[in-house]
């Protein structure tokens, strides 16, 4: 690459080891290569919108930092309110939870013009840019009404929406623009791939050409599944070294671990993972073996009712399961709704004999593929995963379950704690060999390769003055 790499991203890290699946991801990348790393400050700000007129330094390191501030009123518009109350709903496929306000569709479009204009003063005629996620769809179709011709990558960490939902969004005409105005899109699988094909097909004003590329208003761009991994040589060590053992977990000799890694959110589908796990004890002989389910789940988002709802569901599911179930010295289901260090969380994935993998929708999913590299070759745990994981498609070994379905579910837990060493060897002997070659070196390269022999474009459409 001649020119730098400028990642564009709604978090940034501001502590020397992050956390976090995108932020882990993009800050291994850059740590390799070097570049500029351009996102928004973590507090927000008081002053009017108007003012912020510049990037600030954020923060030293292998590469160049800076970010953007909000003001708290753009917070609640264009994070909670259009990026995480329309976008997230429509592309899990939860239209009926999309809250449409004006205002906030207001200050989203604002946000993303102001951080392109602060990018377009940065940028250096050779450099690439590489946006990430929902937040920022708008932004190179900002940055090409300002005249930047610079290659612009995108990639989508969540599943891409299906055609059948997008006229539930408000701004669904602008949405073609937004996309189209990008290089190269990146996307987790390619079943996301066919979805944003099939939005295109049924667009007026583009042709679908050959390869997964498109032409539209004249100017061409390209789509792609490029599937996110991790660094399994660090993660692995990461949890070797904080490795916990039974006695501080309060465990019985011999007693099986369950555990479960996510964020709060509606689409993690822990309610039903939940009810799975009770459905298990349900099956479970008075005397046989034990299992205690761990789930972590930080709250995300959480003035949202959505999230509030998810919450106390999960807390009375919670106390419905361990107040039928529980014994004095064991408590079937521990629901710890707070962060957990990652290195504590490295070693606890470590001693899972089962992980739980089971989305309702999702982009790709990293625990998944944490959870295999953070086991132990000769006696490893076994991954429950969901068909609607994006690490499904690569991840073919593992015990792969409908999330909709209880009694699956159930059962699959119970295949798990009791499968032979042999199967379970040779199960993660499979998953292990796929996370380590498809790597997050992998991901990066191959991502980057495509964008940059991608042809700088001439005409980049009238999406810029269309939006106003």
Request: include cysteine.
């Amino acid at each position: 690459m001649t020119g730098r790499l400028v990642v564009v991203s709604n978090r940034i890290p501001t502590e020397a080891a992050p956390s976090g699946g995108l932020v882990v991801a993009l800050h291994e990348c850059l740590s390799e290569q070097g570049g500029l790393w351009v996102g928004s400050a973590p507090d927000t700000v008081e002053v009017p919108s108007q003012a912020l007129k510049e990037l600030e330094e954020g923060g030293a390191g292998s590469y160049r930092r800076m970010t953007f501030d909000v003001t708290e009123a753009e917070r609640e518009g264009y994070y909670l309110g259009y990026a995480n109350g329309v976008l997230w709903p429509l592309f899990h496929r939860r239209t009926d939870l999309i809250d449409v306000e004006d205002a906030h569709a207001v200050a989203y479009l604002e946000v993303n013009a102001r951080v392109a204009r602060l990018l377009s003063a940065e940028l250096r005629p050779d450099d690439v840019v590489w946006i990430h996620d929902y937040h920022f769809l708008p932004l190179a179709c900002e940055l090409r009404g300002l005249g930047v011709r610079n290659r612009i990558g995108f990639f989508l960490h969540t599943p891409f929406p299906q055609a059948a939902d997008l006229p539930a969004l408000p701004q669904r005409e602008a949405f073609h623009d937004w996309v189209a105005s990008h290089d190269l899109i990146g996307l987790q699988t390619e079943r996301d791939v066919a979805a944003l094909l099939e939005v295109f097909r049924s667009d007026p004003e583009t042709e679908v050409l050959l390869n997964g590329r498109m032409r539209r208003r004249g100017a061409t761009f390209s789509v792609g599944s490029f599937p996110i991994g991790i660094d399994a040589g660090e993660f692995e060590t990461l949890a070797r070294e904080n490795a916990i053992a039974d006695d501080d977990l309060a465990l019985g000799r011999g007693q099986k671990l369950v555990l479960g890694v996510d964020r709060l959110d509606y689409s993690k589908g822990l309610v039903n993972r939940f009810e799975a796990f009770g459905a298990y004890l349900d099956m479970r002989e008075a005397d046989g073996e034990r299992a205690t389910f761990i789930q972590i789940a930080p709250p995300s988002r959480s003035a949202l009712f959505a999230y509030q709802e998810i919450r106390e569901e999960l807390e009375t599911m919670s106390g419905h399961v361990n107040g039928t179930h529980a014994e004095l010295d064991w408590t079937p289901i521990r629901y710890i709704c707070r962060p957990v260090p990652r290195p504590r969380v490295a070693g606890l994935m470590r001693r899972a004999d089962v992980c739980l993998v089971t989305p309702l929708a999702d982009g790709m999913n990293l625990v998944a593929k944490e959870y295999v590299a953070a086991q132990e070759p000769d006696d490893p745990g076994v991954l429950i995963l969901s068909h609607f994981a994006g690490a499904a498609e690569q991840m073919r070994a593992a015990l792969r379950v409908n999330p909709y379905d209880i009694g699956e579910m159930a059962r699959a837990i119970r295949d798990a704690v009791s499968m032979p060493p042999d199967e379970r060897r040779a199960r993660h002997a499979e998953l292990l060999d796929g996370v380590r070659r498809q790597g997050i070196s992998w991901w990066t390269g191959n991502f980057l390769d495509r964008l940059q022999s991608v042809p700088r474009r001439e005409h980049w459409g009238e999406c810029a003055e269309r939006m106003g």
